[in-house]
């Protein structure tokens, strides 16, 4: 992996949620480039010792840790052993979240026909308020939970710089996917509030929101089987000006930037679209 540009942050330790997975896993790779020490917390520790590995293999220092971002004592837990190992976090990414087909509809629109059908579909009415939960406490919670427990050392120094990870899910809420599109708006304006709150302790909080990626979690989404895009691919890529998915290694100049405090120290509050033009597009 080559980053767009140098950056050097030696000094700093950073913690990334969700580390494990695809694009936080990409995200903790170039990290690893810039000389920082990189603490990567995932559900899955093999997961995330494995990226922890690559890092390390290419000249970095990282480690891997188990942690469930909804237990706020394995959050402290990790912490403790982070201190030993690192010493205190500088910049938090909370990029663990994600959905669950128990808050997600079969159909993009309810029907009259679909209240009386005996067909096995899911409609509004139908949503199990156990699967929207999990994925509210996963997205919102598990951006709180992280934050709470990281950025009181960076508030008691005075400094410290943390970036969430929302979606354009926050901007216009996709179909079939409710709990998931709430729950990172919710993200988003949880973002503007810390600015806020944490302003006169010098820490700066935004946010990223990916477009659409190809990931492990909505591959069935996007591709059938055999490899030909689904229906709903080619609304995503018709209602996309750059026609296209974006690549992972798209997102390492907006996190850069994030992250270097020389380059976006008047930067706070704000929720950057990488999306290739989706936001910008009325679909006429």
Sequence with gaps: MKLPFELDLKEK??????????????????????????????????????????IVKDGGTAKGYAANVLKLEDIKSVREKMLSDFGKC???????????????????????????????????????????????????????????????????????????????????????????SGAKAAVSNFTQWLAVHFSKVGIRVNAIAPGFFVTAQNKNLLFNADGTPTPRTDKILAATPMGRFGEAEELIGTLLWLVNDDASSFVDGVVVPVDGGFSAYSGV
């Design 90 to 180: 500088d910049i938090l990414i909370n990029g663990a979240g994600g959905n669950n087909p128990k808050g997600t509809t079969t159909k993009e629109y309810l029907f009259p026909e679909d209240l009386k059908t005996k067909e096995e579909i899911t409609t509004f009415f139908d949503l199990d308020p156990d699967g929207v939960s999990f994925v509210f406490n996963l997205n919102f919670l598990g951006t709180l939970l992280p934050t709470q427990v990281f950025a009181k050392d960076m508030a008691e120094n005075g400094k410290g710089n943390i970036i969430n990870i929302s979606s354009m899910n926050a901007f216009t809420p996709l179909t079939k996917i409710p709990a998931y």
């Design 13 to 54: 330790v950073i913690v990334i949620t969700g580390g494990g997975g695809v694009l936080c896993g990409m995200f903790a790779k170039a990290l690893g480039k810039t000389g920082a020490k990189i603490a990567i917390l995932d559900l899955n520790e093999a997961a995330a010792q494995s990226v922890a590995d690559e």
